[in-house]
């Protein structure tokens, strides 16, 4: 963990070192983030605020990296055009917040994005670590047997889709829950680290927040290192990194699958 401004922090990092980057930054809103305030701007100068940060990670990932930009429905256009100067796109990810708050003459906002690129054509995609397991609805069967699905479980193991319904938004009587208003839950971090970094592999994060990277790199065998300019929160990460020494547990990971949304593995076993 490393306190300080990623403008200034990020070009004393080691050039072609990181496999991954994960970026959650302000989003293009008025929020106040422990002492410091980020205020909504027009749609140029966020996307300027942008490429000011990308444009230093550029060197620092190696040449098989993948990255990974977090994003709500006003700063995901940007993401997309800035991202795309530097990187291939891959994809938009799409998860679901079941916290938030109702609007009276609008659509309730229950969903954020997550921009997937790479740094080349070549990079790490583990498909088998991030299949999910869901209860079969409509069971298949074949000659009279199952078909691709546990018939004493009643459940299958699904590839990963870009449409993410099984996240939990951490609530107060979690684990991992904190003071930070934007924190992302350990289970989202965990698909992504899983899913584009093996054991050992060193991830980059200019936003740290309460500490969700460090902590699941931390806890999937990954090195890391996270860049946030509040002193609190790097305290709260740090606390949570010394919790994961004990606990290296991953709300919704069990088995080497992601259960659906609170469903029990001892339950579905």
Request: hydrophobic share 40%.
């Amino acid at each position: 963990m490393i306190q300080g401004d990623s403008l200034e922090v990020l070009p004393q990092l080691k050039v072609a070192s990181f496999d991954l980057l994960f970026a959650d930054p302000p989003y293009n809103l008025t929020k106040t983030f422990g002492e410091e305030k980020f205020l909504r701007t027009s749609d140029d100068a966020y996307e300027a605020f942008l490429d000011s940060w990308l444009l230093l990670c550029v060197p620092l990932l190696k040449a098989t990296a993948s990255v990974y930009v977090c994003g709500d429905w006003r700063s995901s256009a940007a993401i997309q055009r800035v991202g795309s100067k530097y990187f291939k796109l891959r994809n938009r990810i799409t998860w679901e917040r079941e916290k938030g708050r109702g609007a009276k003459a609008n659509w309730k906002n229950a969903a954020e994005d997550i921009w997937f690129f790479t740094a080349s054509d070549e990079y790490t995609f583990n498909l088998d670590a991030v299949k999910q397991r869901r209860r079969v609805m409509a069971p298949y069967r074949e000659n009279g047997k199952a078909k691709d699905w546990d018939e004493a479980g009643k459940f299958r193991d699904t590839h990963p889709s870009n449409l993410w319904t099984d996240i939990t938004v951490p609530f107060w009587s979690m684990p991992e829950n904190t003071d930070h208003p934007t924190q992302k839950p350990e289970k989202l971090l965990a698909k992504i680290i899983l899913a584009s970094t093996n054991p050992g592999d060193l991830i980059l994060d200019p936003f740290a927040g309460s500490g969700t990277t460090a902590v699941v790199a931390k806890k999937l065998d990954r090195k890391f290192v996270a860049i946030e300019s509040d002193e609190h929160y790097c305290l709260v990460a740090a606390k949570r990194l010394e919790l994961a020494e004990n606990d290296p547990s991953i709300q919704g990971l069990s088995d080497g699958v992601f259960w659906e949304r609170n469903s029990s593995p001892a339950r579905n076993k």
